[in-house]
């Protein structure tokens, strides 16, 4: 049953009821952060609008997690006490907060916005990481051509090798160009992304294929 490797396309709150409970062992994601990002072209994210379409969906991953397991979900901080109570509602508890620093500024308000950021959040009493990594990493600019807020395979790719290990299933719930799971999946772990939109996860599923090519040609790959 744990053989996944998949992106279904739907919304994470329905797809993840048929996940048996219990066998997710790892979630790093990165819901809309309720802001209603704009970026140059015009292009939104969707439910962006709508926390009340996003926030529940952590219940439900919550349930599929494994007991003592990790979930690291990047937030939109303007909107943190929302994104913590629903955490919280979830069952989760905070183990941690990971900065990533910019050297540009995304844009320009009451400050320069050069951070993003993510809680680790833990389902019961998780192991700590063999090797932990730093709380403030660097942030690597990915140009968001296929997605207006694509996060950097090089970003996602620590978490998934401090916080699981070979073979885990990786679970993003808001999967968007499929980065956790290009990042898991170069990680040697499973993954499970879910994503509203087709367009996205047919992205994500040509990605994953050159993942998978490149895996065939040079297995050794996955031993760094
Ligand atoms: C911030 S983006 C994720 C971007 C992703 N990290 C990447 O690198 O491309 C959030 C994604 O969640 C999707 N989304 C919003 N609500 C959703 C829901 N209820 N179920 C599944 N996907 C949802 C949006 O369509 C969007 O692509």
Redesign the pocket.
Known sequence: MKEFNKIIS??????LKEVPSGIIDLAV?????GVR?RDRTGRS????DDLS??LP?FGELYRAMRPNSYCIS?YGWNRVDEFMKAWKDAGFTVAGHIVWTKDYSSRTGVLKYHHEQAYVLAKGRPARPAAPIADVQHWTR?GNR???????VES?QPLIKAFSKRGDLVC?????????SVAAALSGRQYLG????EK?CAH?RQRLAGVNRYLQTRPDALAA
């Open positions: 739907g919304n994470a709150l329905e797809v994601t990165d819901p809309p952060y990002y994210v969707k439910n962006d379409a996003v969906v990047f990915t296929a997605h207006p807020t694509e996060k950097a996602l993003d719930p808001f999967s968007g160009s499929g980065s956790t879910i994503e509203l939109e996205y994500a």
